[in-house]
């Protein structure tokens, strides 16, 4: 059974920075794509970044590219969201996802595991 358990989450000024991580455990992540979606009050679940944990291969939402970095750590076996330059409007609960599979997947539906979310919140 595959476990995420984000942390890292908090309040931060406009322009500020964040780092989350997800732990993941349970598998053997190799074959596995990692995920961040995120969701506002009132709106639906959104891709943030995605990473094939085999390559690093990456794909970011166009809102969040050149402001967030997704990477991740074999021997820790996290997965990490580097977020600069925050704006008002990332403000969320941050989840972390996993899929089986090498597909950069980028929908919600595609995602078969999830953590239990860390809330960000940015000040204007």
């Known amino acids: 059974q595959v476990q995420l358990e984000e942390s890292g989450g908090g309040l931060v000024q406009a322009g500020g920075s964040l780092r989350l991580s997800c732990l993941a455990s349970g598998r053997t992540f190799s074959t596995y794509t990692m995920g961040w979606f995120r969701q506002a009050p009132g709106k639906e679940r959104e891709f943030v970044a995605a990473i094939r944990w085999r390559d690093s291969s990456t794909k970011y939402a166009d809102s969040v590219k050149e402001r967030f970095t997704i990477s991740r750590d074999n021997v820790k076996t996290t997965v990490s969201l580097q977020m600069n330059s925050l704006k008002p409007e990332d403000t969320a609960v941050y989840y972390c996802?996993?899929?089986?599979?090498?597909?950069?997947?980028?929908?919600?539906?595609?995602?078969?595991?999830w953590g239990q979310g860390t809330q960000v919140t940015v000040s204007s």
């Open positions: 996802a996993a899929r089986m599979g090498s597909w950069i997947a980028t929908t919600r539906p595609e995602y078969n595991y």
